[in-house]
């Protein structure tokens, strides 16, 4: 004979089970309390904007091009107003011709003129990405050792100085006294304005003594081993015959002061 707690229709389970709280509505509270948590936040992180198109969200690099093509709008427009001053300075100031000739070559001298003469264009460039030690005895390479430095950059442009170079372009912008070659990564920053590699360095002057003292360099003599072990770019070429523009940025120096 059957027991009567287990006959269909009566319930059999204890009174305390059947006052437990079932784990699925904790989770249920707990997913509509994460859920209010994830929009209280996007509210006050959004502050009624869109934080999708936020430009405070954009990528640092793009940033950075941005600047980059305005400091070279900017640059192209104070050129443009330096010779309209000078083309009015021209007119009739009362200096003497030797004066004349003094200040032109002050300018040549800055950096401030176009310079015309025989020209050697140094390349450097990067590893491919899936490079390997091409000679035995050389360890693997690392990323690092597969980018162009601001030292490599640095190497090159003192021993084209060294070799007596009337002017120097890097890129597409003149180097003068105060000008700074840093690298960021393995992007090159250059009076506010940003360039990747391939980079493209030109000299003139005589080549024969501007390849010399690229060959003589200790610096680059030790980027050599690195072109020759994991293929970093390098290419030295004569372009006969070329004009280097003048410098056309602002030449005004800034420098720190003491807080009163």
């Known amino acids: 004979m059957s027991n009567s707690a287990d006959s269909p229709g009566t319930d059999s389970t204890p009174e305390r089970d059947r006052r437990r709280p ?3 509505r904790f989770l249920t509270v707990a997913v509509f309390a994460l859920a209010g948590l994830i929009f209280v ?11 999708r198109t936020d430009t405070s969200l954009l990528k640092l ?9 305005k400091n070279k709008g900017l640059d192209e427009s104070n050129a443009a107003l330096r ?3 000078e083309s009015f300075a021209e007119r009739d100031d009362g200096s003497s011709r030797a004066q004349d000739d003094k200040l032109s070559g002050l300018e040549r001298s800055a950096g401030t003129q176009p310079v015309t003469g025989r020209a050697v264009t140094v390349t450097l460039n990067d590893a491919p990405p ?12 690392q990323p690092d050792y597969l980018v162009i430095h601001q030292q490599d950059l640095q190497a090159v442009v003192n021993a084209l100085w060294k070799g007596g170079a009337q ?4 890129m597409d912008q003149r180097l003068i006294s105060t000008s700074a070659v840093r690298c960021v990564g393995n992007t090159l ?15 003139i002057g005589d080549p024969s003594r501007l390849q010399q003292t690229l060959a003589d360099s200790p610096a680059i003599q030790n980027y050599m081993v690195y072109v020759n072990v994991y293929g970093l770019g390098w290419r030295v070429t004569e372009d006969g015959t070329a004009t280097l523009p003048g410098y056309s940025g602002t030449v005004d120096l800034h420098y720190a002061k003491p807080v009163p």
């Open 22 to 24: 079932r784990p699925v």
């Open 189 to 203: 920053i250059l009076q506010g304005r940003v360039y990747s590699p391939p980079y493209r360095i030109t000299a």
């Open 61 to 69: 690099s793009d940033l950075i091009q941005e600047r980059s093509r």
């Open 130 to 141: 899936n490079a390997t030690a091409k000679l035995p005895g050389y360890p693997e390479p």
């Open 41 to 51: 936040t996007s509210f006050n992180t959004a502050k009624g904007t869109n934080i």
């Open 83 to 85: 010779n309209d001053v």
């Open 167 to 170: 002017g120097i372009k890097v």
